[in-house]
């Protein structure tokens, strides 16, 4: 067989191991989510403020759209429970990570609730 027909096998190889590592990290990013997303849920006061750093980012890496809205339906209020018991160096953090989902998300209502959940920490 000629050379090329290894190096085409090597490299269909390649991508097909690439593609398993991509799911297999998504799969766990996606554990990751909800293990860190049921943590923020049962938490309360500081700890729930600490939760919330990660949690805002992975959400923001949510798609599509309405999936980020059925989340933020469950996240809204036990936030803005723990906001009164957010340490002071926490709220930069989340105003910036709640600044960035405000601008992924194209729903003008769900616009509104992030900016004022947002600016409740300022």
């Not at 269909?12 to 593609?19: Q, W």
């Not at 429970?81 to 992924?104: F, G, M, N, S, V």
Request: glycine residues 4%; positive net charge.
């Amino acid at each position: 067989m000629p050379a090329w027909v290894y190096l085409l096998a090597a490299s269909i190889a390649i991508v097909v191991a690439l593609l398993g590592l991509a799911r297999l990290a998504k799969s766990a990013s996606t554990a990751a989510f909800g293990s860190e997303f049921e943590e923020f849920l049962r938490a309360s006061g500081p700890r729930r403020c600490e939760l919330s750093v990660g949690f805002l980012r992975h959400l923001q890496r949510v798609s599509p759209e309405m999936e980020i809205h059925r989340i933020w339906e469950q996240v809204e209020l036990p936030l803005v429970e723990a906001l009164p018991d957010c340490p002071p160096e926490l709220k930069p953090l989340i105003i910036k990570r709640l600044d960035t989902l405000h601008k992924q998300c194209r729903h003008r209502e769900y616009q509104r609730r992030i900016m004022t959940v947002r600016n409740s920490l300022v």
